[in-house]
Each structure stands twice: as C-alpha cells, then as structure tokens.
C-alpha cells in the first residue's frame, strides 16, 4: 500500500511562508493563495503580452506619421507660395488695367500731342503709385494714335487730324513684378511682366492742336 502525504488544513496553506526556487539568473517566487497552495508570482506574473503588441503598434503609427508631416510639409508650403505669387500677379495686372484706363482717358482730353503723352504717363503712375504696385525699374507707358486710315501712327498724326474724323489715343502701361521674398526650392519664381492697354476717342468736335 502506498503512503500518501499528509493532508495539510486550510490554516495550515494560508500560513505557510512563501520561497523561493531560482531558474537560471531569476528568481520566481512562490507564495500561497487561497484555492491553491503553490501559484508563481515574479517579473512575469500580471504581465499582459498584449501589451508589447500595444506598445510597438504605438510606436509604428509615431513613426508613420512622422514621415508623412515631413513628406507633406514642404508641398503645403509651395503651394501656399505659389498661391501667395497668383496673388500678387492678380494685383498687378489689376493696377496696371486701371493704369492704362486713367492714361488713356488723361491723354484723350488734352488740347496737343505733346500734352497728351505727357498726361498719359504722369496718370499711369499716379494710378500705379496709389494702389502700391512696385515694379521692378520705372513703368514704361507707350502712347500712340489711331486712325480711319491707320491703326497705329504717332500721337501728333492722330491730333492732326480733321475734325469728325473718328481718332482714339492708345496707351500700353508695363510693369516688372518681383518676387524678391517669396523663393522656394524647386520653384522657378522669375520676375514677372504685366502690360495692360486701353484706347479713348478723342472728341470728334473740339479743337485740337
């Protein structure tokens, strides 16, 4: 017959110090709990492996999106630099639209040619000096006539004309945009030439000179 061990009481288990065993270079603890005499507790008890999972698909995603702020980073900023460079070519040409309007109309009432061009050019910069447009060298402003028989000829022709001839006064302002701040890598940003022409009939009945 074989000879059990004997059976030790439920006072007898929650009393019993916990000890010790070592495995390799760790020491794994044993102490009693309730329902069973020996549970291993240590480094690795109440640890989760999920939680390695965890931490590593943390880390993938940080990484993640670092590449993509810095994948991403420098196309939003040229695209706000090329927005930034349409919106300032908008401008110009709207000045100089509105120069060449003012020019051609202060040309078309002067009394002589040489009046005519002299108030064609000091309207157009007016006009461009008043909405802040800073060209590169001085805005060039063109001036010349147009007639029944030519579609260009000089201003002094064009006044020379017979009264109720139909005659108008051409001016073609150009101006030289800078970028000058606004580089970017990659981006091609010369400067930019903008022209903008208008025509005002002179008065078919008035004396010119």
Known sequence: MTAHPPRRTWRELLTRPARRRVRGDRAVVHAPRS???DEVVGPAAG?????????WAAGRTRGSVSVEVAVLTPAFLALLMLAGVAGRV???DEAVEAAAHDAARAASIA???????SAARTAARRQLDWRGLNCTSAPQ???????????HTSVGTAFRRPLGEPVSIWVRVS???SFAGMRFPGLPMGDKRVEATFASPLDRYRTRQ
């Open 47 to 55: 640890h989760n492996p999920g939680d390695v999972s965890a931490d």
């Open 35 to 37: 329902g069973s005499p």
């Open 90 to 92: 908008a401008v110009a």
């Open 111 to 117: 009394r002589d040619a040489g009046t005519a061009e």
């Open 141 to 151: 402003v063109t001036v010349w006539g147009s007639t029944r028989n030519s579609d």
């Open 175 to 177: 101006c030289t945009v």
